[in-house]
């Protein structure tokens, strides 16, 4: 990767930190050209930051094609879904994501380390059918996740009687997407981002 001496930095993407977008439909954060810090990872020193360039934005819009039944679940059951077993997010693309729960009796825990669904006594709160009708833009639910992000989603089925669908749609932007390497200014503003000198969250 080559170094851009005049690249600007717009915006950081922490998935690990509670960060609820504003309400209304999802819109696109980033357009072409525009340059992002993403956190890869946490070390000893802080946050690894890796940094793109945005190539062009596809759209992933509510469709059949986006809507995934994982299946049967028992009475007061459960299952674990790893959302990159049916979204392909490869090394050149970063996905900005809604979702919505389809069916009765279905509740979805997400854990992309994303807390969003979390009480800050520690309680996970879930997404259900209900939710939608509380928040119709889904904006509570957005989240964002690359290859190398560990997405797991829970399903639950809250009911007393077996549920033989659980179906969630999922509807956002995926962004095409070039590493690049920033210069040394530009690698200082973003860590005065994370100690709350700049704000452009």
């Not at 809250?158 to 690049?180: D, E, H």
Request: glycine content about 6%; hydrophobic content about 40%.
């Amino acid at each position: 990767m080559s170094l851009d001496k005049n690249i600007t930095v717009v915006r950081r993407i922490e998935p690990s930190k509670i960060i609820t977008p504003k309400p209304g439909p999802i819109a696109p954060v980033f357009t072409t050209g525009d340059i992002f810090a993403y956190a890869v990872s946490m070390t000893e020193g802080g946050i690894a930051w890796a940094f793109y360039k945005v190539l062009y934005v596809d759209s992933l819009p509510e469709t059949d094609e986006l809507v995934f039944d994982f299946g049967p679940i028992d009475a007061g059951g459960t299952k674990d879904v790893k959302l990159s077993d049916y979204i392909n997010v490869d090394d050149n693309r970063i996905a900005q994501v809604r979702f919505r729960v389809l069916d009765d009796g279905i509740r979805v825990y997400h854990s992309n380390p994303n807390t969003r669904f979390r009480l800050k006594a520690g309680v996970a709160v879930g997404v259900t059918r209900l939710t939608h009708k509380e928040d119709p833009c889904d904006h509570k639910t957005e989240f964002w996740f690359r290859k190398d992000d560990v997405g797991v989603f829970r399903i639950e089925n809250f009911t007393s009687s077996k549920a033989y669908r659980s179906r969630v749609l999922f509807y956002g932007f995926m962004y095409v997407v070039q590493p690049i390497k920033v210069p040394p200014e530009e690698m200082k503003k973003v860590a005065g981002w994370i100690v709350g000198k700049t704000s452009l969250m």
